[in-house]
């Protein structure tokens, strides 16, 4: 372990919310909030993200004619108390029959176990879209459907897919999210069917195969896709997800400002429920199957 990490705080006077999902897409360690602060941590410097953070800023200036004050700090601290005290601030949460924890926390016996340590990837259960996304994995997975898990992060969703009797398969674009889930994966002594680098858009078009690290053929339907993602993202990607969703589509990291928004892109399908949490939504959809398969 480094001798010190960098700290890299984020403050603006509008678009906190946009501002955020913008990080997490980017940013998989966790991203703690401190009243009107967005603080990341990690082993290496933040330049390059605050750079990309202000051309986003730019386009948001742009888009909605306003002028946005962005105030941010880097520093570069002693690991020493900060990972003590970051364990000791890192409790389990409850999410329906799911009970989430680091490593180093005891289980609940009553609850469905899922360890997930916060520092390898951002998805812990204590932000309200992975919470949302449980919420509804609980309702619609049955052992033996198959599972997607689009944007996987820590892994979390499709862990908890898996805890419930679903055979997972799961997908990033960032290397050490894979690399977390993979990890989590094992924390957890659950097996991905499939876990590779690179975006949904890499699925072949034929039948299940192929090794963990996403070589050969894979499903061309799962019988539920999750994606917890940015709105952006998610109405992007709406018709491969489309193609790809045998029965449930559940969609999540979507701020209620732009539910409209992903409500019109997804209008051929059917909703099922809303879970909202603050400004966080997730959405269940379930296809119509009487128009057939793609």
């Given at each position: 372990m480094e001798n010190y990490y960098h700290q890299f705080s984020v403050k603006v006077d509008r678009f906190k919310e946009e501002v955020e999902s913008f990080l997490m897409d980017r940013f998989y360690n966790g991203i703690e909030e401190r009243e009107e602060w967005l603080i990341l941590r990690g082993d290496s410097p933040f330049y390059q993200l605050e750079k990309e953070?202000?051309?986003?800023?730019?386009?948001?200036?742009q888009l909605f004619g306003v002028k946005i004050e962005l105030e941010t700090s880097h520093k570069k601290l002693e690991n020493r108390d900060w990972i003590e005290n970051y364990k000791n601030s890192i409790t389990g949460v409850e999410v329906g029959k799911f009970y989430?924890?680091?490593s180093w926390r005891p289980p609940k016996p009553e609850k469905i176990d899922l360890q997930i340590d916060p520092d390898l990837a951002f998805g812990t259960g204590h932000h309200e879209t992975t919470r949302g996304a449980l919420k509804l994995l609980e309702k619609v997975i049955r052992p033996g459907d198959t599972l997607l898990d689009v944007g996987t992060g820590s892994g979390i969703l499709g862990i908890a897919g898996a805890k419930l009797g679903a055979v997972v398969s799961g997908c990033d674009t960032d290397p050490l999210a894979v690399e977390s889930a993979r990890r989590n994966g094992r924390l957890n002594k659950i097996e991905w069917e499939q876990l590779w680098l690179g975006s949904v858009e890499k699925i072949e078009e034929s039948r299940r195969g192929g090794s963990e690290?996403?070589?050969?053929k894979r499903a061309q339907k799962y019988t539920i896709v999750v994606a917890n993602?940015?709105?952006?993202?998610?109405?992007d990607?709406?018709?491969k997800l489309k193609q790809i969703t045998g029965k449930y589509l559940i969609l999540s990291g979507i701020?209620?400002?732009?539910?409209?928004k992903v409500l019109n892109t997804y209008r051929d399908l059917k909703l099922i429920?809303?879970?909202?949490?603050?400004?966080?939504?997730?959405?269940?959809?379930k296809k119509n199957l009487s128009k057939g398969s793609e």
């Open positions: 953070l202000k051309k986003y800023l730019h386009n948001l200036e989430i924890r680091p690290k996403g070589e050969g993602i940015v709105a952006e993202v998610l109405i990607l709406a018709p701020i209620d400002k732009y539910l409209p429920e809303q879970v909202k949490e603050k400004e966080w939504i997730a959405l269940l959809f």
